[in-house]
């Protein structure tokens, strides 16, 4: 990414514009999701999915169909859908069985407020809603219906998030770098790139336009995945600090700098595909500088302010 030029719009603005799809998305998850019943289910799912977060993939989907000239309203749907599945994704990876993790987005994890029996639960109940939430968002053509469920199926199966988690499990010391590039696509790129395919669908995209997103949600997983694993020890973070110890992960294989330096080169990547469906100076190239700004060298973030 090169430097800005002097008229560009600021990192303020661009969060004082986001700040209103933000709090449509904590609305309408909230509404989705309906009051808090007695049972513990209900509230578990309340628990994991409105906890503070950033709302990266559901912000990405309404920005990216904004810019598209998709409808509004089922747009929103289907990025509070999004976001559950992500939800529901963390309330598994947190179990006992799994990474075995103690705080999330700055509070317990659903199994350590709920216990592992209703958590797994929540995270099941989560991805069924979300499933019904795209099946039955009105205004969408029935086919294009049957392939954002078939697409956000894909992300979630045994070759995205389940794989990924598998990997993690299984595949996480004595990697090389491409073995890592796969497993950081699987457990975090697919769900980009079903997202932003999503909004290309409801957009009714052309083909070219959705190959350009597809890849630039790969860099961008890439580069979110590298930033996880920077901050791994950060108690910034919301969650558990050190739980890549004994990983390979690409800062272990590179150490810092070069795992910086490589952040910054699947943003630079991830850019050239944003500007080739956005032009220059898009909404969401703004919203991932400033996303990644506190772990990018000096070199990159200099010209921050005027991005």
Known sequence: MGPMPAQSVSQEDTTCTLAPLRDDIERHLATLLGEAEQDQVSQAMRHSTLAPGKRVRPLLLLMAARELGAPTQPALDLACAVEMVHSASLVFDDLPCMDDAELRRGRPTTHRRYGEDIATLAAIALLTRAFSIVASTPGIDGDVKSRMVARLADAVGTQGLVKGQYKDLRDSTARSAGDIHT??????????????????????????TRKQL????????????LCD?????????????????????????????????QLVAHLDQADVHLTAVFGEQGEISRFMRKLFEPVCTSSWTSHISSA
Do not use: H
Not at 214 to 225: I, N, R, T, W, Y
Not at 231 to 259: M, Y
């Open 229 to 261: 694993d920077l901050l791994d020890d950060s108690p910034c973070q919301g969650k558990d600090v050190g739980k890549d110890q004994g990983k390979t992960t690409l800062v272990a294989l590179l150490g810092k700098d070069a795992a910086r330096r």
């Open 183 to 208: 497993s950081n696509r699987l457990k975090t790129g697919v769900l980009f790139e079903a997202t932003l395919d999503i909004a290309a669908l409801l957009a009714g995209a052309k083909p070219s």
């Open 214 to 225: 597809a890849s630039f949600a790969d860099e961008l997983g890439q580069a979110f995945q």
